[in-house]
């Protein structure tokens, strides 16, 4: 990994190219922030700002030379009006309850999780997660990290990981029943998460990048009103 730039606050390094994740046949560049500085919430939403994730520890950003596909979204939540299909969403799923647990590991959330990577990502590098694995990519030493448990009765059907940030929350993932895809659980974790950032008082739900050429991140974009994150500030959509 290669030194990208120095600032008298923090260093970015930047990776050599490689595969990208999203898109076939293109390749990627990703910028971590020094890992090697103490990182908290402060400088976890300065870099949400500009565009970066977090994964574990790691705070990144896709700088890729010749694609910009990969474009930060965050949902102005106190704006935010659901759409028709959304409302159903929401009405379809009332009978389930939400719980908050911090970020100590939980079997039932970890083999719910197994059983959601098998079943959407097959064969791919996710596939068959190790309790490490798991950890290392959901887990954080410094932030202020919540699981949100749903469930109906006692039956677990969905965990939403988030971060919450001085101006928001980040959706880091969620992962739920695969055989209960007919609720669109996805879809109602966020409006959850909309609806709790809400709650707090926060403005933004930062929901990573939006990518228009990507079936599978194309999602992102029905939440709106919105800001994207193109050429160095937001812009409204």
């Known amino acids: 990994m290669k030194q990208e730039r120095t600032s008298a606050r923090l260093l970015l390094f930047a990776t050599p190219p490689h595969d990208c994740g999203y898109l076939e046949g293109e390749t990627a560049t990703t910028v971590f922030a020094d890992p090697r500085v103490s990182n908290n919430t402060s400088v976890y939403t300065m870099l949400s700002r500009h565009g970066f994730r977090r994964s574990g520890n790691h705070l990144y950003r896709p700088q890729c030379e010749n694609c910009h596909a990969c474009v930060p979204v965050r949902v102005a939540v106190k704006a935010f009006r659901a759409r028709r299909s959304q409302r159903r969403v929401w009405s379809r799923n009332q009978d389930l309850s939400v719980h908050s647990r911090d970020d100590s590991f939980d079997a039932e959330h970890f083999m719910l999780y197994r059983r959601y990577i098998r079943a959407r990502h097959p064969g791919g590098s996710m596939d068959n997660p190790s309790e490490e694995q798991y950890q290392e990519f959901l887990f954080c030493s410094w932030g202020s990290t919540l699981f949100f448990e749903f469930r109906r009765k006692n039956r677990l ?15 880091v993932y969620t992962f739920f029943d695969p055989a209960l895809s007919k609720r669109s659980l996805g879809s109602y974790a966020i409006l959850w998460q909309i609806e709790e950032a809400r709650r707090r008082d926060l403005d933004w ?28 500030r937001w812009r409204d959509y």
């Open 205 to 232: 739900l930062y929901l990573g990048y939006w990518i228009g050429a990507s079936q599978k991140m194309r999602y992102k974009g029905d939440y709106r009103p919105q800001q994207r994150f193109i050429d160095g």
């Open 157 to 171: 059907f969905a965990v939403a990981v988030s971060d919450v940030l001085d101006d928001g929350m980040s959706a």
